[in-house]
């Protein structure tokens, strides 16, 4: 059987995300998290925080993101939380996917509300292993996350955030 997804689905999943605490929210296309390739829509909406985190080099985590609706900006951190690479995807125009290489530092947040991604990456997905967190960034619900999420918008290369 197919799957098929279309302009409803992401409206709906933005709307999702737009009253989740955390402002995000997933669709997974893959049929469980043991699947070899996980593939899933990821919405997500300005001010949501992504802490900085990198997959395993060891393993050869990589992740593609293809923007789909609105438009994000992906930050490429050092190990001292200088901001290396900024690429902003746009639904609209310009980049519209990057491939993040095992090892590296790297965060998103939303430019625009109903903001959409496809990502794909090597599965399966293991919470306890899947990541390892930036020591230098605040964890979830931390008080500082907010401003944190507000400080991205606005990362440029040569920034250091910690």
């Known amino acids: 059987m197919l799957k098929v997804v279309d302009s409803g689905d992401l409206k709906r999943l933005s709307g999702m995300a737009a009253t989740a605490p955390r402002g995000r929210?997933?669709?997974?296309?893959?049929p469980e998290l043991a699947d070899p390739v996980q593939r899933f829509l990821n919405a997500i909406e300005p001010g949501s925080y992504v802490r900085p985190h990198r997959h395993a080099l060891a393993e050869?985590?990589?992740?593609?993101?293809?923007?789909?609706?609105?438009?994000?900006?992906?930050l490429v951190f050092d190990d001292e939380a200088r901001v290396v690479e900024r690429v902003e995807l746009d639904a609209a125009g310009g980049a519209l996917a990057v491939e993040i290489p095992p090892g590296v530092w790297h965060a998103l947040t939303?430019?625009?509300?109903?903001?959409?991604?496809?990502?794909?990456?090597?599965?399966?997905?293991?919470?306890?292993?899947d990541k390892d967190f930036a020591p230098w960034a605040p964890a979830e619900g931390d008080p500082a996350t907010a401003s944190w999420a507000d400080r991205y918008r606005r990362a440029a290369v040569g920034d250091c955030l910690a």
């Open 110 to 129: 939303a430019l625009k509300p109903g903001s959409v991604m496809f990502e794909f990456k090597p599965g399966p997905y293991s919470p306890l292993s």
């Open 60 to 74: 050869g985590r990589w992740e593609l993101f293809v923007i789909l609706a609105g438009a994000v900006a992906v």
């Open 25 to 30: 929210a997933n669709f997974n296309l893959h």
